[in-house]
């Protein structure tokens, strides 16, 4: 999430797999500022997410593609669709429709473990350190939520606009992949992430009026509270498993292996989410899947 959970980072990935790949077009139907804009591409284009070449009609003029990489990235898509339509409703939000190809039928998409076909549930999963597990050593940065809202981004590709706003934030996402392992209080947060303690408060104060957690008072006196994932937040799930196995995948996991082995219960199998169609529980495939946007 370091490479690509950027709020900016995540936006441009949602247009570029519609096939808005220009400069000029990003900037345009994102509302972004040509600096912001040109320093995420930068980056992305510098991490092997998006490559510069000449657009497919031939024209000279350089466009960003997509790379094997970012293209993995679909799952994550796909699951944070379902989230958005689950739990938000807007016109053009309910007029998205995905076609899954292979069965003819309109469908939501589902992670499904690939051992036992069970939907994936947080419940459901027990973590044991991988090979590579270490303490997180990151540096301690205040960089401060970007105060630009999502919910100005102009453009009707956005169709998860509500995930990139509660995830796109590297805090938020650590403190909300912390509370999937049972962390709950402040000082647990705290003493597991590298962050200011002002921006800890924020951040949790921000999920609770996102609905992400509940605020449960745990003890009278001093009162205390704790952070309780709610239904919504606890649905966050697949997005979170779809984006490690990515990072495990693509990203620099350490020499030694993966940091993490996720143990799927009902099967006792190291997990392995697959995104699935709803009707006929197949693997999906991007090219298997149609969308379209209503009109
Ligand atoms: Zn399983
Ligand atoms: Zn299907």
């Not at 657009?55 to 003029?61: A, E, N, P, T, W």
């Not at 309910?94 to 190809?101: I, M, P, R, S």
């Not at 919910?151 to 999937?180: H, M, Q």
Request: glycine fraction near 8%; hydrophobic fraction near 35%; include cysteine.
């Amino acid at each position: 999430m370091d490479q690509i959970g950027d709020k900016w980072c995540l936006l441009i990935f949602q247009e570029v797999f519609w096939g808005i790949n220009s400069f000029n077009e990003m900037k345009e139907t994102m509302g972004v500022s040509r600096g912001v804009l040109s320093d995420r591409l930068q980056w992305l284009e510098s991490v092997g997410c998006l490559k510069k070449a000449p657009d497919r009609k031939g024209g000279k003029r350089l466009v960003y593609h997509l790379t094997p990489k970012s293209i993995e990235i679909y799952d994550s898509a796909l699951m944070a669709l379902a989230w958005e339509r689950r739990f938000f409703s807007n016109p053009e939000l309910d007029a998205v429709e995905l076609t899954h190809k292979s069965c003819g039928k309109v469908f939501s998409p589902q992670m499904r473990c690939r051992g036992c076909n069970w939907e994936v549930q947080a419940k459901d999963i027990e973590y044991k350190p991988g090979p590579g597990a270490a303490r997180d050593n990151r540096d301690k940065k205040v960089r401060r939520r970007s105060s630009i809202s999502v919910e100005n981004v102009p453009s009707k590709r956005s169709v998860y606009r509500n995930l990139i706003n509660i995830v796109g934030d590297r805090w938020t996402a650590n403190v909300i992949a912390l509370s999937f392992h049972g962390l709950r209080r402040f000082d647990q947060f705290h003493s597991e992430l590298p962050i200011a303690t002002n921006i800890l408060t924020d951040r949790l104060k921000f999920l609770v009026e996102e609905g992400i957690f509940e605020k449960v008072l745990y003890l009278e006196r001093p009162k205390r509270y704790e952070y309780r994932l709610t239904e919504k937040g606890d649905a966050l799930y697949p997005w979170f498993v779809s984006i490690l196995q990515w990072g495990d995948k693509w990203c620099d996991t350490p020499e030694k292996g993966k940091p993490m082995r996720l143990v799927h219960k009902p099967c006792g199998l190291t997990l392995r989410g697959q995104a699935t169609c709803s009707e006929c529980k197949g693997v999906l495939r991007a090219k298997d899947v149609e969308f379209s946007l209503g009109d």
